[in-house]
């Protein structure tokens, strides 16, 4: 809790699993929400949903709704401490339909954007929507997205969704 209680930024933290230590990684302008990955490790992607208000709850059509992208690396100090470091901060896409709430990155690194009435597929260099898997309508909206071999799992406002038989293996390789 913050002793001051002033008001902080919005931060994105890394948890050192091992002795729990804190870390700042980056201070954002509206809300944090879905973070991921990239099967390499290399690029960490974080969602804004500064379109999303809590007090009141609304909606604000002109809040930032932005994907985030940063190189992802570690930090040499010493033989045996590594720390995070993000570097290379570069907007990636903005979303079409609200914000993105989940977002998980594929094994071959295609990005899943949850959020509105659909799943966005971002091409991870470009940014460019390459496709929309649609859910619903009627406040069917998704907010996070699951894989496993050759399906995945759409979870929403009004549902689970179970989509099967996709040729691409998306689940990380372990």
């Known amino acids: 809790m913050n002793?001051?209680?002033m008001p902080t930024l919005p931060t994105m933290y890394f948890v050192n699993g091992t002795t729990l230590r804190i870390k700042e990684l980056a201070y954002l302008q509206s809300?944090?929400?879905?973070?991921?990955?990239s099967p390499d490790g290399e690029t960490?992607?974080?969602?804004?949903?500064?379109?999303?208000e809590t007090k009141p709850s609304r909606r604000n059509n002109v809040g930032p709704r932005d994907l985030w992208a940063w190189d992802f690396a570690k930090s040499k100090l010493g033989?045996?401490?590594?720390?995070?470091?993000?570097?290379?901060?570069?907007?990636?896409?903005?979303?079409?339909?609200?914000?993105?709430?989940?977002?998980?990155?594929?094994?071959?690194g295609w990005i899943f954007g949850a959020g509105g009435e659909v799943v966005d597929?971002?091409?991870?260099?470009?940014?460019?929507?390459l496709g929309s898997i649609r859910v619903g309508g009627g406040g069917n909206?998704?907010?996070?997205?699951?894989?496993?071999?050759h399906e995945m799992w759409i979870i929403g406002k009004g549902g689970v969704w179970h989509v099967k038989n996709i040729c691409e293996r998306?689940?990380?390789?372990?």
């Not at 045996?80 to 998980?104: E, I």
């Not at 597929?121 to 929507?129: A, F, I, N, Q």
């Not at 909206?141 to 071999?149: I, K």
Request: proline residues 6%; glycine residues 8%; charged residues 20%.
């Open 121 to 129: 597929v971002l091409d991870p260099e470009s940014g460019l929507t």
């Open 170 to 174: 998306l689940d990380k390789h372990v």
């Open 44 to 52: 960490l992607y974080l969602a804004d949903t500064g379109a999303s």
């Open 141 to 149: 909206d998704p907010v996070n997205v699951a894989f496993g071999e």
């Open 79 to 108: 033989e045996k401490k590594k720390l995070p470091l993000l570097t290379n901060q570069r907007l990636l896409s903005r979303a079409m339909q609200y914000f993105y709430d989940g977002v998980r990155v594929s094994r071959g």
């Open 3 to 5: 002793p001051y209680n």
């Open 31 to 37: 809300n944090a929400n879905g973070i991921s990955l």
